[in-house]
């Protein structure tokens, strides 16, 4: 079975239009909640089990009953596995909504196994650059933070930055935030010469697209006066 395409490559404009969107969307008024409930509306509009089984995870994780999302996303990606295999790019990405679950409820080392298994599948299956395995390598390198593998995650976040600069450029937030991750994951590595160098290329790309007293510019000098 041939994967599905990449509507980031196939459609640029329209996925940072998108992209756009959603942002919008999470900093308006809705609660997160009647989002979530509106994207399974229109996953069943549009008749995707699938879609459904996964927004009402994200519902559940939303909500902050994890343990309730885990039991979906488990019976979703058995269902994908059962479908399409358990090497699949489709189960793989749903593999990574679990491994962020897991780490959430601090079960540190079957989240790093699981977003390791992930990555590696969507790797092979997508190739490096595409979006989805970019966003299980953050996921992956997120939980490795949180367990103190702060090497190892800076290591992640660093192939990340990489790959987003390479596919929209550096002068974005998207690609920022990624690139202050990796800038913090270095300090609390101990490897401050990196880290400093990372901030302040951080520093200059947020100051080419937002001002001064942003809170995006604030916080970084902050992290370089730490």
Request: glycine letters at 6%; a negative charge; aromatic letters at 8%.
């Amino acid at each position: 079975m041939e994967s599905r395409f990449d509507y980031f490559h196939t459609a640029p404009e329209l996925f940072k239009a998108l992209y756009a969107l959603q942002n919008a969307v999470n900093h308006a008024s809705l609660p997160q909640e009647l989002q979530e409930l509106v994207k399974m509306r229109a996953s069943q509009l549009n008749g995707c089990a699938l879609c459904i089984a996964l927004h009402l995870a994200d519902r559940e994780m939303t909500l902050g009953d994890y343990k309730g999302s885990e039991a979906l996303l488990r019976e979703l990606i058995a269902r994908q596995a059962r479908l399409y295999g358990s090497r699949d790019a489709r189960t793989a990405y749903s593999m990574v909504a679990l491994g962020r679950d897991l780490g959430y409820l601090e079960r540190h080392d079957e989240a790093i196994q699981l977003l390791q298994q992930a990555v590696d599948g969507l790797q092979a299956s997508l190739g490096a650059d595409d979006r989805r395995t970019l966003q299980a390598k953050n996921a992956l390198a997120g939980v490795r933070f949180q367990q103190d593998q702060y090497a190892e995650a800076a290591v992640e976040w660093a192939e990340v930055f990489q790959s987003l600069s390479r596919k929209q450029g550096d002068h974005n937030d998207l690609a920022n935030s990624i690139r202050i991750n990796w800038a913090m994951a270095l300090q609390y590595a101990g490897q401050l010469p990196q880290a400093e160098a990372v901030y302040r290329a951080s520093l200059d790309s947020a100051r080419g697209y937002v001002a001064e007293d942003s809170p995006r510019v604030q916080g970084i000098r902050y992290h370089l006066a730490d």
